[in-house]
């Protein structure tokens, strides 16, 4: 199986049977795109929803937001040979990792289920929330795809315990 891992402001799509696309998000959403008649789909990854008004973007920074990811994503998939009817969406991500950073996890899904919806295309799975990162893993040929939670980093070792008898030594 052949992997393409994509990051933030990244997309891929895909027809191939032996092929998967990866990501970890955190805050970030992905959105798979699936067309089950074409036996094609793909997947994007963005930092934010949308621009604030006043905010002046270049085409790099644009990258970054679900306005500008979701429409090359629907476009590259309808390139490919999607229908757009046809079109089943699954979102992941959005958790709310950093407490100080007011709710940007729900914030981005709220956009990406509003975007969708808006489109009129359909929304399967939903796994947004939390506030723990996800590996998804999404086989854009037959739709199926594997979310989990990144575990929590493992606690350090514990250090052994000081003797209490200073500067000794057994030799044995």
Same mark, same amino acid.
């Given at each position: 199986?052949? +992997?393409i891992p994509i990051i933030q402001g990244e997309h891929a799509v895909v027809k191939d049977a032996d092929t998967v696309? =990866? +990501?970890l998000l955190g805050s970030c959403i992905a959105?798979?795109?699936h067309d089950a008649e074409a036996r094609l789909g793909g997947m994007n990854h963005f930092l934010l929803g949308e621009p604030s008004p006043e905010h002046t973007? =270049? *085409?790099l920074d644009l990258q970054r937001y679900g306005v500008h990811a979701m429409e090359v994503l629907i476009n590259a998939t309808m390139k490919a040979g999607a229908n757009r009817q046809n079109l089943?969406?699954?979102?992941y991500g959005g958790a709310n990792i950093?407490?100080?950073l007011g709710g940007i996890g729900t914030a981005n899904a709220a956009f990406a289920k509003r975007f969708l919806e808006t489109e009129g295309i359909a929304i399967g799975h939903v796994d947004t929330g939390g506030t723990r990162a996800r590996k998804v *893993?999404?086989?854009p040929f037959d739709g199926k795809i594997r979310a989990r939670c990144v575990s929590d980093a493992p606690p350090p070792p514990k250090p052994d315990p000081t003797p209490e008898h200073g500067g000794e030594i057994e030799l044995f």
């Open positions: 199986m052949r +992997t696309i =990866s +990501t959105v798979c795109l973007l =270049s *085409e089943r969406a699954h979102l950093i407490a100080g *893993e999404f086989r």
